[in-house]
């Protein structure tokens, strides 16, 4: 079965698992949403920043003025319900997840401190921490997100290889596999799940080349095109 071949920057792979920021903003023309930061987690309960104003701790159950209802409180996360969708964040996460104003799914993020954009979004429905990587040819995943999300990569996918910041490693391409960041999602992504350990999913072209991209400083817009 013929191989392919494949670069990734060295810096996207040697990125800490530490280096988490994700903010989505409202654009313009688009109906007000809650902005929600999880600040802490307490047994049934966390603890939150909304719209920018003082930490509150709100219960599973309990909805605030602003929209925002508590859902369910996990080891390292919460998932919220805001506006009738379900909002699901990690420690120290910041997010806000809503439509463009001419009716197309849009997320815009925020840059980290290193200038990198990382995202929370889910593969196969599993929850995925994405870097942003324009340098990468497809959505990259290690072997164990992979399991994880249900990929059974060593018998569908198609061998290639993947050059890393410890050489070469064997890497499978697997077609057909469903990618959401936000509200932006795809059910018929390829991605390339690689033997070595990643610290994150790769956000590459094969989810970004359907999407418009737009920078405006530390902020970038993602707009679903089709």
Known sequence: MATGFMTFPRAALAAHSSALALALALLPGA????????????????????????PRVLAIGVKTAEGVKLVAVEDNAAVFEVEGRSLR??????????????????????????????AQGNVNGAPMRFLVDTGASAVSLSAADATRAGIDYQSKGQPARMATAN??????????????LGDIAFYDVEVVVSESS???????????NRVEMKRDGDAMTLTKRY
């Open 31 to 54: 109906a007000a949403a809650a902005d929600v930061a999880l600040a802490g987690l307490l047994p049934g309960k966390a603890l939150v920043v909304i719209d920018g104003g003082r």
């Open 89 to 118: 964040l990690v420690m120290g996460q910041h997010s806000l997840s809503t439509g463009g104003g001419n009716g197309q799914a849009s997320v815009t993020l925020t840059a980290d401190g290193r200038g990198q954009f990382i």
């Open 167 to 180: 050489g070469i490693a064997r890497a499978w391409r697997v077609p057909g596999v469903s990618v959401r």
């Open 198 to 208: 990643m610290p994150f999913a790769l956000l590459g072209m094969s989810f970004l």
